[in-house]
């Protein structure tokens, strides 16, 4: 079956960038979604279609996509955006729906 | 503003069905494109795509759970039902639903979930 391959987690200072990676073989040819999950709380949509960002979302989120592989940026990191953060994307037919295994974001 | 709620029970056993209902508000599954999802995580675990029905009754499954579960919708009572049978103890997680947005091109649709519910834990023990 199709796998989104992510980091368990990623580490940074306030006020640095975080990137969080996603890979996948069909990505060239599928959309990426990011969603935002802190502890107790359902999932919450942060870029969808690879780098459109939802209203609501601040300016510091952002998406990009190379290849096999997406980014999720996070600017000028700040101690309420520690949380996990899971890509959803889809097979190449796109019929078939899947997300990665989570990255835990650590804000030191 | 659209809300979606999970509702069904906290503890099944082992090889029962389990029967989860999503009541939705601030849209109709009798509009062309929309849907309602099903997602599920396992304490502690990621987040795992179970099942998606559109407004035209056309339902998606999840390849490793397709033999397990079946997706209805009442569009009258604005619900959609997941059963799951043959339930076993890894099937212990919270189950959300979720509110597909959707966008065609001229070959391809692509699928995502926002917003979503608050998540029902359904327990499986004996």
């Known amino acids: 079956s199709y796998e989104l391959t992510q980091p368990p987690s990623v580490s940074v200072s306030p006020g640095q960038t975080a990137r969080i990676t996603c890979s996948g073989d069909a990505l060239p040819k599928q959309y990426a979604y990011w969603y935002q999950q802190k502890p107790g709380q359902a999932p919450v949509l942060v870029i969808y279609?690879?780098?459109e960002r939802p209203s609501g979302i601040p300016e510091r989120f952002s998406g990009s996509s190379s290849g096999t592989t997406v980014t999720l940026t996070i600017s000028g990191v700040q101690a309420e955006d520690e949380a996990d953060y899971y890509c959803?994307?889809?097979?190449?037919?796109?019929?078939?729906?899947?997300f990665g295994g989570g990255t835990k974001l650590t804000v030191l | 503003q659209i809300t979606l709620k999970e509702s069904g029970p906290t503890l099944v056993k082992p090889t029962q069905t389990l029967t989860l209902t999503c009541t939705f508000s601030g849209f109709s599954l009798s509009t062309s494109g929309v849907g309602v999802g099903w997602i599920r995580q396992p304490p502690g675990k990621a987040l795992e795509w179970l099942a998606l029905?559109?407004?035209?009754?056309?339902?998606r499954y999840s390849p490793s759970l397709k033999s397990r579960l079946t997706i209805t919708k009442d569009t009258s009572k604005n619900q959609v039902v997941l059963t799951m049978t043959n339930m076993d103890p890894v099937d212990t997680a919270t189950y959300y639903c979720a509110h597909p947005r959707r966008y065609c091109s001229s070959t391809s649709c692509y699928s995502w979930f926002d917003p979503w519910g608050q998540g029902t834990l359904v327990t499986v023990s004996s």
């Open positions: 279609k690879d780098s």
């Open positions: 959803q994307s889809a097979d190449s037919s796109g019929t078939s729906l899947v």
């Open positions: 029905i559109y407004w035209d009754d056309d339902k």
